[in-house]
Nanobody, 120 residues
Framework: VQLQASGGGLVQAGGSLGLSCTAS??????VAWFRQAPGKEREFVAA?????????YADSSVKGRFTISRDNAKNTVYLQMNTLRPEDTAVYYC???????????????WGQGTQVTVSS
């Protein structure tokens, strides 16, 4: 079971970045993105159901700016991040769970993380 995240980088405030997470080895019920900023705990960002495509987002800090989507044929989940802010700077992790959940503890499989840095 592997999750491969990619697409991070450095961008100026107000810019956009897209992240990808490709899963291999098995199918999952849910794929999510979490992030961890320096000195802070990891937090939920967004998730999407593999079958029904229902999406879930964290609070208003990302909703309306970030969009999660999937391509089941490619076993890939995307996170499009627009209007980025310096406070979005973090390591972004994709994770997969067998069931529909947004609880971090329910996610059994994790990618390696990709750094997103937003400069002011």
């Amino acid at each position: 079971v592997q999750l491969q995240a990619s697409g991070g980088g450095l961008v100026q405030a107000g810019g956009s970045l897209g992240l990808s997470c490709t899963a291999s080895g098995r199918t999952f019920g849910m794929v999510a993105w979490f992030r961890q900023a320096p000195g802070k705990e990891r937090e939920f960002v967004a998730a999407i159901g593999r079958i029904d495509g229902v999406t879930y987002y964290a609070d208003s800090s990302v909703k309306g700016r970030f969009t999660i989507s999937r391509d089941n044929a490619k076993n890939t989940v995307y996170l499009q991040m627009n209007t980025l802010r310096p406070e979005d700077t973090a390591v972004y992790y994709c994770a997969a769970a067998r069931r529909i959940t947004i609880r971090e503890g329910d996610y059994n499989y994790w990618g390696q993380g990709t750094q997103v840095t937003v400069s002011s």
